[in-house]
């Protein structure tokens, strides 16, 4: 059993702080979008947020908020491990909520866990397929961690190392499956090439 959680607690500095998942893309929310392209191929999906609810009423999926708010994205998956854990599921897939050009098949070819997306010669960390049986050490990694360290202490990037995670090559296609808006530039483009 697989299930999916879209991460959509950033701040979104660079965008003025909006919700990135509810920009519009061929006149739908982006996390429209990624319900659509993941859902048919999970045994559940969640969105990991923070701030009120309500906001994503209208999706119909579980909103999920960081038990440890304030340390970036890995609380997220934490709390994401957490609920996949109590559905009985094996492994949980973690996308941003500004990408809204993943695979549908994304988890099959992410399979097995752990593994993360590599495209156009960068790693995509959140990107990833984890084994639901992580979450212990997850959870310990956190508490390691000094919090008052710099934010980038709390990288996915070393978690995913201390589990070996492994990447899964998805070419080298444009525009790049795992594109995220982080600035209103990158915003435009996507706008743009999705034409």
Known sequence: MIVGLI????????????????????????????????APHLDGLALSANGPVARFAQFGVPVLADARPGIGPLAGVLRGLEWAAALGARSLLTVPGDTPLVPADLATRLSPAPAMALSC????????????????????????????????????LGFAAALSIRTVDFGDSSPDPFFNVNTPEEWQFLSCSNK
Do not use: E, Q
């Not at 003025?16 to 993941?38: A, M, N, Q």
């Not at 990833?128 to 202490?153: F, G």
């Open 121 to 156: 010669g960068r790693r995509h960390p959140l990107v990833a397929l984890w084994p639901v049986t992580c979450r212990d050490a997850l959870a310990a990694h956190l508490d390691a961690l000094d919090p008052d360290a710099p934010r980038r202490a709390f990288g996915v």
């Open 7 to 38: 991460l959509a607690g950033g701040a979104a500095r660079r965008l003025g702080g909006i919700d990135k998942t509810l920009l519009v893309l061929d006149g739908r929310p982006l996390l429209s979008h990624l319900i659509d392209r993941l």
